[in-house]
């Protein structure tokens, strides 16, 4: 679990080489343009990076979470902009492989994996964030046709995505009532309102869903009536092994540039590193970092072992978001007044690293699940 095997050692070594060639040399430029690409996602799912979690069965490269983890690290350092569109796009391969039938996943687990199509995951609504259960779009059964009203809000590939996992209402209050569905591009009722202008994540279109009417097949339906809270769930969970594998890799691209650049600035007839000031600050870096993909590592590792691992997660998620946005403001702090301007890119990692702490479950709602697993452990 700790010491990479030599096939993970090639994984991670193609994933950092397709994320430099497709990615780096408009990152800057898509930051500033907030321009999405969805070509580089095709490009990315050529190298075999958008299905690593996907069984073989549907054209993925039937790896583990471990792996997946390592993939997004490594793009993350280029671009988490990209990094995050990968990992939702992940997601609805993710619930089709436990929850979707043979036809949902034959239709879309393939071209998911091979970056051919986007996914995204809509379940936050304009009053409905933390509290997921109190989720207000609703759909109802009529014959062999669900329709689907209301609306989506922080919605990632809004517009561009080809499936979207929905959760709406079937039943009463509460979460026993949410049930999950695919809503293909282009069905009559599906529009998009504005597109979020954001501090990070620029790269990755984020928008509000609206569905007016919305009809689809009952068949496309995910699992069963009132299974979605619990569908929703199990992806975030797993999408926090995800958030906390990309900050990682965000804290890792900040700490490198700041120790690169400690190395060659002088003051005093010295490197700055040489400086406790700066040396230990970095030093705290690189220990931060360690540790936290420690904890991504045996959160994945216990996911891929068919072990309990959401509270692992939910550690992994906290400290690693936690220390990316540490990191990253240090590494600013490193490189002084440049490390303010646009000319270095220590300041989008900053802004990227931010959002990092609010999705897939704010890290104040993960202190909470940790504290409660410390009770239930007391049997309290």
Not at 8 to 20: C, M, T, Y
Not at 199 to 206: I, Y
Not at 343 to 371: C, F, S
């Amino acid at each position: 679990m700790f010491q990479p095997t030599d096939e993970q050692k090639e994984l991670i070594e193609g994933a950092r080489e397709a994320a430099e060639a497709y990615l780096s040399e408009t990152a800057k430029d898509d930051d500033e343009q907030e321009r999405f690409r969805p070509d580089y996602m095709q490009a990315l799912g050529e190298a075999g990076l958008c299905g690593v979690q996907t069984s073989e069965d549907y054209e993925g490269l039937g790896l583990g979470y471990l792996e997946y983890a390592m993939v997004l690290e490594e793009i993350a350092k280029v671009s988490a902009s990209y990094a995050v569109s990968v990992a939702v796009t992940g997601l609805p391969q993710v619930i089709l492989q436990a929850y979707g039938t043979e036809a949902q996943k034959n239709r879309w687990m393939p071209g998911l994996a091979q970056g051919q199509l986007l996914g995204a995951f809509a379940l936050s609504e304009p009053d409905s964030g933390s509290d997921a259960g109190s989720l207000m779009t609703t759909a109802v059964k009529a014959g062999n046709e669900y329709i689907l009203n209301g609306r989506k809000f922080w919605i990632t590939h809004g517009g561009y995505a080809d499936v979207y996992v929905v959760m709406a209402r079937t039943g009463g209050p509460g979460a026993k009532g949410v049930s999950s569905f695919l809503v293909p591009k282009g069905v009559s009722g599906l529009s998009f309102g504005k597109k979020e202008e954001k501090m990070g994540l620029r790269a990755s279109p984020t928008v509000e869903m609206i569905l007016d009417n919305v009809r689809i097949p009952a068949d496309n339906l995910i699992g069963q009536e009132g299974m979605g809270f619990n569908v929703a769930m199990s992806a975030l969970d797993s999408g926090r092994i995800t958030i906390a594998a990309i900050s990682v890799g965000v804290a890792k691209a900040a700490m490198d540039a700041a120790a690169d650049y400690a190395c060659i600035r002088q003051q005093f007839k010295r490197p700055i590193i040489d400086f406790q000031g700066v040396g230990f600050m970095l030093a705290d870096m690189a220990t931060r970092i360690e540790s936290g993909r420690l904890l991504v590592h045996k959160a994945a590792w216990l996911k891929d072992s068919g072990k309990p691992f959401t509270v692992v997660a939910s550690m992994a998620k906290c400290a690693c978001t936690d220390t990316a946005m540490a990191v990253t403001q240090d590494a600013v702090q490193v490189f002084g007044g440049y490390g303010y301007t646009r000319e270095y890119p220590v300041e989008r990692y900053m802004r990227d690293a931010k959002v990092m702490q609010i999705v897939e479950g704010t890290n104040q709602i993960q202190r909470l699940v940790i504290a409660r697993s410390l009770k239930h452990e007391r049997r309290i």
